[in-house]
């Protein structure tokens, strides 16, 4: 199969993570006989510079014309001040994500078997294992809501935001919950407060009613509060755990902080038609940028979900993830994964040494 694939650079570290990944999907391609065709797009702050927007017209349309997006970061502090949202990086993220209709976010936190010991849990919770799938809801709810700020006779200034969620939008990303549950381990949990929230008690009603059409699926309703405790007391007893916006935007980051590193995560946000869009969950690392220090690792486990989820290539997926257990089982390791007194390879090496166990 020949795929065509809409590379973003981005700025920061971006770039360097970007070239790694693009040289695994070659030596996969070449093992299992696919061809890949990369556009390049150019969108954040080195969009700003060169054509004086982050998000230049026509970004979306040229995305969609490819079968998926791999993205490596966008911003840094050089872009950081402004007030016209076409020269704020973020924009462009915000943008993407509206454009191409990606509803749902795959956030997986697994604890790689050779980096158990950067598990911040109790040795006992980590050897039970961490391998979860987060599926964040991501244009619903109150970050989209209608804001508002105005003054009151009485209590001085307030302010409100809106959080509601339709029938259609907790359903799309209830079912893409339990498809995935079907692909993994068969459990769902969802995530709520439907103790004192209406959304939530919605959100629940239709859970209920999707549990029953995939009854091979174990299900449960875990409030966002034991949510939170049960991350980190025995994150072993979630497979796939489903939730609203804002609850999953502080639970995927409590789930990724129990794995480790930062420079290991993958995502992937995916809508109803192609093209999904893939990143690791780090940010551009200007600290860090163009001085080869970069963990490619969780760009490179990027296209291991893209493979998976946007082309159905399971084990070219399961390919590259096995290809880059064996090069930590082996005790490689980037500066930030590395224990004191270990060596540490750079990003163009940790590239190179995946791709020779592929
Ligand atoms: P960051 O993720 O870029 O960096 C946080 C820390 O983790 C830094 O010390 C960095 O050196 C380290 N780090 C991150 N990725 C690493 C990797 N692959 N290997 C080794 N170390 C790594 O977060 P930040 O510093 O808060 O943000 C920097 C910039 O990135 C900001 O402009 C922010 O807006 C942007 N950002 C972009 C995205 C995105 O493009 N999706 C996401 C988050 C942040």
Not at 161 to 190: H, N, P, T
Not at 286 to 292: E, K, L, M, N, V
Request: net charge negative; proline share 4%; aromatic share 6%.
């Amino acid at each position: 199969m020949n795929y065509k694939i809409a590379l973003i650079r981005g700025d920061g570290i971006g770039p360097e993570v970007v070239g790694e990944a693009v040289k695994v999907m070659e030596a996969v391609g070449e093992k299992f006989g696919h061809s890949f065709q990369f556009v390049d797009v150019l969108m954040g702050g080195c969009a700003i510079d060169a054509v004086g927007k982050s998000y230049p017209d026509g970004t979306a349309e040229k995305c969609k014309s490819c079968d998926a997006v791999l993205l490596g970061a966008v911003g840094g502090p050089k872009w950081g001040h402004s007030t016209n949202p076409d020269k704020r990086p973020e924009t462009a993220l915000l943008s993407i994500r509206k454009d191409l209709g990606l509803y749902a976010n795959l956030r997986p936190a697994a604890l790689r078997p050779a980096l158990a010991d950067a598990c911040p849990l109790k040795k006992e919770t980590a050897e039970k294992g961490i391998d979860l799938m987060m599926v964040r809801e991501l244009t619903g709810g109150i970050y989209f809501g209608k804001r508002a700020r105005y003054q009151t006779e009485d209590r001085g200034e307030e302010a409100s935001d809106l959080m509601a969620y339709s029938q259609l939008e907790i359903e799309r990303i209830g079912r893409r919950a339990f498809e995935l549950a079907r692909l993994r381990r068969g459990k769902v949990s969802s995530v709520d407060k439907a103790n004192v929230l209406e959304t939530s008690r919605l959100w629940r009603q239709i859970m209920h009613k999707l549990a029953q059409e995939y009854a091979d699926v174990e299900y449960e309703d875990v409030l966002v509060d034991n949510a939170a405790m049960q991350l980190v007391r025995d994150p072993g007893q979630f497979d796939v755990v489903v939730t609203e916006n804002m609850f999953g935007d502080i639970l995927s980051d409590e789930a990724s902080m129990i794995t480790g590193s930062i420079g290991l995560l993958p995502s992937a946000s995916i809508g109803d038609t192609a093209p999904g869009l893939y990143e690791p969950i780090h940010g551009s690392a200007p600290d860090i940028a163009g001085q080869d220090k970069a963990n490619p690792i969780a760009t490179i486990l990027s296209v291991a979900m893209m493979f998976r989820y946007s082309f159905q290539l399971p084990d070219e997926a399961a390919a590259i993830e096995c290809a880059v257990d064996a090069v930590l089982a082996e005790g490689w390791r980037t500066a930030d994964i590395a224990k004191p007194g270990e060596t540490a390879v750079g990003t163009q090496k940790m590239g190179e040494l995946i791709r020779a166990k592929l």
